[in-house]
C-alpha cells in the first residue's frame, strides 16, 4: 500500500483564532492557560481532519504560537543574552519577547531579526548565536505535543527543522560563533531529542533540510554527511524532507545519507523525480511531493497519476505521497468560502483539499483509477474549464505589451540631474522625515469597513468616514513635524489586496487568510487572468489628502512584484509576463498621480527579494525582468517627480546591483532590527541614490529612544553620505496604535532635528 502524509499543516485556524487568542494574550485580556487551551484545540482540529482524510502519518511539531524556527530556538535553549534568560527551561513571555520585545512580564528588550522564509511571504524569526551559546533542551512542547496527538489515537510523525538548516538560518556576529562551528555542540541535543520521541512510540521522524536545494559551500556539504551519520543510531526512521526547489548538485548527497526515507519536491522541481528514484538506495523510501503546497489552484490528478504510476510499479510500498511542502502557505478551507463563482471556485483546492487530493492518489494507486472515480472526474473537469475559460486571456492587454519598447523602462535623465530638480521642488531640509504609508487600522476603520461590505452604510457615507481618517492622519503628521506625508491608507484593507480589488484579473476570498509572521495574517489575492485598470485607484484619494497641507504628500502605491509575489498566481504562463501586465497598469496609474499635483510617488516592492530563485544560476533573468518590471511602473513621469520604493526584511548583498537597476530617487528600507547592518551592502555597492534606513522596528511595541535612533543614523552615516539620508521607520504602521504612533513619531522627528544641528560636525563620530 501507498503510504500518504503531510509536511504541516496551516495553524491559524479556518477563522484566525489563533491570531485573536495570541493577541488577546498579549493585551492581558486572556490568560496563559486560555491561550494554550486554544493551541490544543486547534491541534487537535487539523489532526482529526487529516485523519479523517485519510493520511497514514500526520505532522506533530509543525503547530507554533508565533514561528517554527523560534521554536526550535527556544527548543535548544538559544535565547540572547539580552533576554535575561538564566538557563533552563524557557518560558512562554520569553518567547514573546524574542518575537516582539515584549511580554505579559519580562523586561522588554529588542526583538531578534526577522527575515522571509527561503522564496516564501512568510516571516521566521534568525536565531542568534553568541560566543557563550550552550544547547540544552529547553522546552517540552514537542514532546507534549506528541502524547497529545498520540492519546486522540493520531498516527504521529514528529517534525524538526534539521540541524544543518537551523544552523544556516540562523547568525552570529563573533566569528568565533559562526553557525557551523556549533554543529559538534548542537548534534547532542538533536540525539536526545529524537531519543525522546522514540521512548513516546514515534517510528518515523520528518526531519526538514531545505537547504539541500540551495546552493552549498563545501564545508556545509561535508557537514551533512558527518551529521547523519551521527544520527542514524537514533531509534527511530527519518524522513529527510526537502522543498521548494531540485536538488541539482546535492541529490547524490541526499540520496546517499544514511536516512530511511527522502522526501523531493514534484511540483517545483518534477524533472528531478526519475533521478532522485534511481539514485536512492533499494531499502529507502521516495516521499514525492505531488500536491502544490505553495499554490491554490486544483491538482491534476490524472497527470500526476501519469507520472506516479511508473514509479509506483517500480518502488511498491517505498512510493509515499505527500504536497510539495508544508500547506502552511495556503488557507484552510475552501469549503467556507460562499462569495467565489462556481467556475472559479472549480479551480481551486486549499489545505483541506489538498490532502483529500493526496488520499485520492493514494486511493487510485493502490485500488486501480476507478476507485477514485469521482476525484479524478471533478479535477478533469476543472483542468478542461481553466483551459477553455475565455475570462483568462483579453486581446487588448497582449496588443499593449507587445508595444513596450526600452524607451519605456527608462526616466528621462540619470538620479544626478533629477536629484537636482527634485531638491528645487520640494526644499526638503536634512536628513527628511516622512512614513513608509499606512497609519493605524482603528476598530473605527475596520467597523466602517465592515458596515459598507454588509451593505449597512452607503458607498458615500463610507467614503466620508475615511475622509475623516485621513484629515486625521494628515493633522497628526503636521503636528509632529513630519517633511513629506501620507494619507494613512485608512481606505486600504491589505497593501496587495486593496489594489487587486480595483484590478480586473484579480478575484478574492473571504476566508482565504494565511500567516506572515506571528499573529499577522493576510489574505492573498488569486490572480487568474490578464490584467486591467478600469479606472485610476488612488489618485482621488491622493488629491484629497494633498489638499489638506501645503507639505509634500506622498502618492503611495504596491509595486509589480510585490502583486504577483504576494498573490497566488495563475501558473498558465511564465511569471514574468503576469508581472508585465501589473506594472503596465501601474504605470498608468503613477502618471495619474503625477498629473493630479503628486510630486512624490512611492511604489513599494518589499517582495523583490522575496522572489529571488533559490539557486544562483537562476537569478541573472529574474532579477533582469523584476527591475525592468518596476521601471516601467515608474519611468512615465518627469523628472521632478520623486519616485520612492521600500522594502524589508531582506538581504541586500545578493541583488545590490539589481536594487540600483530600478533606479528609484528614494528606497526605504528595513535597518532597526539589524542595527545598520544592512547599509553595508549599499556602502560597499557605493549605491548612488538616497537611502531611508529604518531608525525604530514597527513590528515591536517598544516606544524608540531619541538617543537610540540618533546612534543609528550616526552608524548610517559612516555608510552613507549623511546627504543622501532619510529618517524614517523600517515599515507602515497599520498595526500599531495611535499613541504609540504619536510617541514614536515625535522622538524620530526629535532626533531627525538633533541630526541637522549636528551639520558642520562629523555625525559618523559624534557621540560614539
Known amino acids: 500500500m501507498t503510504t500518504t502524509h503531510n509536511l504541516g499543516f496551516p495553524r491559524i485556524g479556518h477563522r484566525r483564532e489563533l491570531k485573536f487568542a495570541t493577541e488577546q494574550y498579549w493585551r492581558g485580556e486572556i490568560d496563559r492557560d486560555t491561550l494554550l487551551r486554544t493551541g490544543r484545540e486547534l491541534r487537535e482540529r487539523h489532526w482529526k481532519l487529516q485523519q479523517a482524510a485519510g493520511l497514514d502519518l500526520i505532522p506533530v511539531g509543525d503547530f507554533s504560537l508565533y514561528d517554527q524556527v523560534l521554536d526550535h530556538a527556544v527548543m535548544f535553549g538559544v535565547v540572547p543574552r539580552r533576554f535575561g534568560h538564566a538557563g533552563g527551561p524557557v518560558d512562554l513571555d520569553t518567547m514573546f519577547r524574542m518575537a516582539r520585545g515584549r511580554a505579559p512580564t519580562g523586561t522588554p528588550a529588542a526583538a531578534c531579526e526577522m527575515t522571509k522564509w527561503f522564496d516564501t511571504n512568510y516571516h521566521y524569526l534568525v536565531p542568534e548565536f553568541e560566543t557563550d551559546t550552550r544547547f540544552a533542551l529547553s522546552s517540552e512542547h514537542l514532546f507534549e505535543q506528541v502524547e497529545e496527538a498520540g492519546a486522540l489515537g493520531i498516527p504521529v510523525k514528529p517534525v524538526l527543522l534539521g540541524p544543518l538548516s537551523f544552523l544556516w538560518l540562523g547568525k552570529s556576529r563573533d566569528t568565533r560563533a559562526a553557525p557551523l562551528a556549533l554543529l559538534e555542540q548542537l548534534l547532542p541535543v538533536y540525539g536526545e531529542v529524537l531519543e525522546r520521541l522514540a521512548g513516546l512510540g514515534a517510528d518515523w521522524v520528518q526531519i526538514d533540510e531545505p537547504i539541500l536545494t540551495l546552493d552549498l559551500p563545501a564545508a556545509w556539504h561535508k557537514a551533512f554527511e558527518s551529521t547523519y551519520h551521527r544520527l542514524q543510531s537514533a531509534p527511530v526512521k527519518l524522513l529527510l524532507t526537502t522543498y521548494f526547489g531540485a536538488l541539482q548538485d546535492n541529490l547524490c548527497l541526499a540520496a546517499n545519507l544514511p536516512v530511511a526515507g527522502l522526501h523531493i519536491d514534484a511540483v517545483r522541481a518534477p524533472e528531478q523525480v526519475a533521478a532522485v528514484a534511481d539514485w536512492l538506495a533499494p531499502h529507502k523510501v ?312 503628486i510630486g512624490v510617488i512611492q511604489i513599494d516592492e518589499p517582495a523583490l527579494r522575496e522572489g529571488l530563485p533559490l539557486r544562483r544560476d537562476d537569478w541573472t533573468g529574474y532579477l533582469a525582468w523584476a527591475a525592468r518590471c518596476f521601471r516601467i511602473a515608474a519611468s512615465g513621469v518627469r523628472d521632478e517627480t520623486q519616485i520612492h520604493t521600500h522594502m524589508c526584511y531582506s538581504e541586500f548583498n545578493d541583488i545590490i546591483e539589481a536594487i540600483a537597476d530600478l533606479d528609484a530617487d528614494v528606497i526605504t528600507i528595513e535597518t532597526a532590527r539589524s542595527d545598520m547592518e544592512l547599509l553595508d551592502a549599499f556602502h560597499d555597492f557605493d549605491y548612488p541614490n538616497e537611502i531611508g534606513p529604518g531608525v525604530y522596528d514597527i513590528h515591536s511595541p517598544n516606544r524608540p529612544e531619541v538617543t537610540q535612533m540618533v546612534e543609528l543614523m550616526r552608524k548610517a552615516a559612516q555608510r552613507i553620505p549623511a546627504a543622501r539620508l532619510w529618517v524614517n521607520p523600517d515599515c507602515g504602521l497599520k498595526t500599531r496604535g495611535w499613541p504609540e504612533v504619536e510617541d514614536s513619531l515625535r522622538n524620530m522627528v526629535t532626533a531627525a532635528r538633533q541630526l541637522r544641528r549636528m551639520q558642520g560636525q562629523d555625525i559618523r563620530t559624534t557621540g560614539s
Not at 502544490?292 to 517505498?318: F, H, K, Q, V
Request: aromatic share 8%; charged share 30%.
Open 286 to 597: 521516495l516521499s514525492v511531493g505531488s500536491v502544490d503546497g505553495r499554490n491554490i489552484w486544483r491538482t491534476d490528478l490524472s497527470a500526476a497519476l501519469d507520472r506516479l504510476e511508473p514509479l509506483r510499479e517500480a518502488l511498491g510500498e517505498r512510493l509515499w505521497i505527500a504536497p510539495s511542502c508544508s500547506l502552511l502557505h495556503v488557507p484552510v478551507d475552501l469549503g467556507q468560502e460562499d462569495r467565489l463563482d462556481a467556475e472559479l471556485r472549480s479551480w481551486l483546492a486549499f489545505a483541506t483539499q489538498k490532502v483529500e487530493e493526496v488520499s485520492a492518489l493514494k486511493q487510485a494507486l493502490d485500488r486501480g483509477r476507478e476507485a477514485a472515480v469521482a476525484a479524478l472526474q471533478a479535477s478533469d473537469a476543472a483542468v478542461h474549464s481553466r483551459a477553455r475559460s475565455q475570462r483568462l486571456h483579453r486581446p487588448e492587454v497582449r496588443e499593449r505589451m507587445a508595444r513596450v519598447d526600452a524607451r519605456m523602462s527608462q526616466r528621462q535623465h540619470p538620479y544626478s540631474e533629477r536629484a537636482r530638480v527634485q531638491h528645487q521642488r520640494l526644499n526638503l531640509p536634512a536628513f527628511p522625515t516622512t512614513t513608509i504609508g499606512s497609519f493605524p487600522q482603528t476598530d473605527e476603520i475596520r467597523a466602517a469597513r465592515r458596515d459598507f461590505k454588509a451593505g449597512r452604510i452607503t458607498a458615500q457615507a463610507y467614503d466620508d468616514k475615511m475622509r475623516e481618517q485621513i484629515a486625521y492622519a494628515v493633522r497628526q503628521q503636521e503636528d509632529y513635524g513630519l517633511d513629506v506625508l501620507v494619507h494613512g491608507e485608512a481606505e486600504r484593507n491589505d497593501m496587495v489586496e486593496y489594489f487587486g480589488e480595483q484590478l480586473e484579473g484579480y478575484a478574492f476570498t473571504r476566508y482565504g487568510w494565511v500567516q506572515s509572521y506571528g499573529s499577522r495574517c493576510v489574505k492573498p489575492p488569486i490572480l487568474f487572468g490578464d490584467v486591467v485598470r478600469p479606472h485610476p485607484m488612488t489618485v482621488e484619494w491622493a488629491r484629497y489628502a494633498q489638499a489638506l497641507t501645503d507639505k509634500p504628500m506622498k502618492g503611495m502605491l504596491t509595486g509589480p512584484v510585490t502583486m504577483l509575489q504576494w498573490a497566488f498566481v495563475r501558473d498558465d504562463q511564465p511569471r514574468e509576463e503576469t508581472c508585465l501586465q501589473v506594472a503596465l497598469a501601474l504605470r498608468d496609474e503613477v502618471t495619474d498621480l503625477e498629473a493630479a499635483g
